[in-house]
């Protein structure tokens, strides 16, 4: 699109929201301070770089066989570096334990320590990104049904090391980068079918957490992430949703709202203003369930826009962690970050520029119509305007142009992986 139509049609946007009280230049630089944590694992496939690695499990599952996947840790770079470049304003990268820099070394879970992160560390700094860390507990001879939560006290010793070791990673990681590391801790603990010990699994999954989680660190903050089922562990999932939420009321830990991770019905944008209250800050997993957790690419969908308004309404940007999650294998992998990115962060930017202090206003008043009405026009503002102008300030491609940049990049790398 040419320069001058976008600032012509952002100059016309701006009066709209000026006139329902918004200043959009205001909003462009919040959005410019939003920060996505995005996620390495879409890049291959959630396969990670050990020596010893073995197929995905831990049931989720990533499905199609789009060819380019990364196959290496300098393909991967490449790749997620492609992406950021049209993807406007800066991200963080959130690294899996298991995308380690192991350079040929067999390297078991137990024995991972931050030498293994420092070219990571190194790159992050060369390319202005910050980075947010995950322990592995999937894809493991040990993963088994249960990690944490398991009675075999040799198996349970060896994830809580695992995950010790993580929190030491990111303890480095966000002292070396001047900012707090979020290390986000999921296990997959579950059963397939019909099961009767689980207050047992969820006394050994809380003392688990509590070894971990004994020492205090300064330079990372820890996350607890729930689910409803994973995929072969239908029946029960020793971390569910109650378990974590009490764990971290009760502890001060910060709970990951992952959106695929409920049950269809059910709206995760409501657990905000609910969990804030209790817990110092969230991590989101930003992610588009469909029909299951199927992990699909981040889309403008009322999920998502919903959840973006409730931190905004709730004060409570600042407070909240913005990872993205999601796993497609059916189509470019580059294409899929920056399509969910540019999604997460358009769902921002309504939510900054929903006309809210007179919503707020109305509803006090008990003027419901008018909140409804003005939250429907709000629908119709010239939004897509103001994004353009983001991109356009941040010199990336606006509109569908990244388009050709992700074809021309698939053209000439990564289709001939
Ligand atoms: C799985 C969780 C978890 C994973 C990543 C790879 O259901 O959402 O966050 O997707 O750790
Ligand atoms: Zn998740």
């Not at 190194?122 to 947010?132: F, I």
């Not at 397939?192 to 070894?211: C, E, G, I, Q, T």
């Not at 009321?249 to 409501?270: F, L, M, Q, S, V």
């Not at 119509?369 to 119709?380: D, G, N, S």
Request: net charge negative; charged share 25%; with cysteine.
């Amino acid at each position: 699109m040419k320069e001058q139509q976008v600032i012509k049609a952002y100059e016309q946007a701006k009066e709209r929201y000026a006139a329902i009280g918004i200043d959009t230049d205001k909003v462009m630089e919040q959005l410019q301070n939003f920060h996505l944590s995005m996620h390495c694992w879409q890049a291959d496939d959630v396969k990670g770089f050990e020596v010893q690695a073995g197929a995905l499990s831990g049931g989720i599952q990533s499905t199609g066989n789009y060819p380019g996947a990364a196959r290496n840790i300098d393909e991967l770079r490449a790749d997620v570096l492609k992406a950021k470049s049209l993807i406007p304003g800066t991200h963080r990268l959130n690294l899996h334990e298991i995308y380690g820099d192991f350079q040929g070394k067999v390297v078991d879970r137990d024995e991972v320590t931050v030498d293994y992160f420092k070219s990571w560390i190194d790159w992050g700094k060369a390319n202005d990104t910050k980075l947010d860390f995950n322990s592995t507990s999937f894809s493991h001879p040990k993963s088994g049904n249960l990690s944490l939560s398991n009675p075999d006290k040799g198996i349970r010793d060896f994830w809580i090391e695992h995950t010790k070791r993580c929190r030491d990673i990111a303890d480095e990681m966000g002292k070396a980068q001047g900012d707090p590391c979020i290390l986000n801790v999921w296990v997959h603990d579950g059963c397939k079918d019909v099961s009767v010990n689980h207050f047992l699994y969820r006394s050994l999954l809380k003392d688990s957490l509590d070894k971990i989680f004994a020492e205090d660190k300064k330079h990372m903050k820890d996350c607890i992430e729930g689910k409803v089922f994973g995929i072969g562990l239908e029946s029960f999932t020793v971390g569910s949703h109650d378990f974590y939420t009490a764990y971290a009321a009760k502890n001060g830990k910060i709970p990951t709202i992952d959106t695929g991770h409920y049950h269809p019905a059910e709206i995760p944008a409501d657990k905000v203003s609910a969990l804030l209250n209790f817990v110092p800050e969230l991590m989101l997993h930003v992610s588009r369930p469909i029909r299951w957790d199927s992990d699909h690419v981040t889309i403008m969908d009322d999920n998502t826009l919903e959840l973006f308004a409730e931190i905004v309404r709730a004060g409570a940007l600042e407070r909240v962690h913005y990872g993205l999650d999601y796993f497609d294998g059916a189509m470019n992998r580059v294409g899929a970050y920056v399509t969910g990115s540019r999604a997460a962060q358009k769902c921002m930017l309504r939510a900054m520029l929903e006309p809210r202090e007179q919503m707020s206003k109305y509803e006090l008043e008990d003027k419901h119509f008018e909140v409804l009405a003005l939250f429907e026009e709000a629908k119709a503002m010239p939004w897509g305007a103001v994004y353009d102008m983001f991109c356009l300030k941040n010199n990336v491609p606006v509109g569908q142009e990244f388009i050709d940049v992700i074809q021309k990049y698939e053209a000439e790398v990564t289709s001939k992986r």
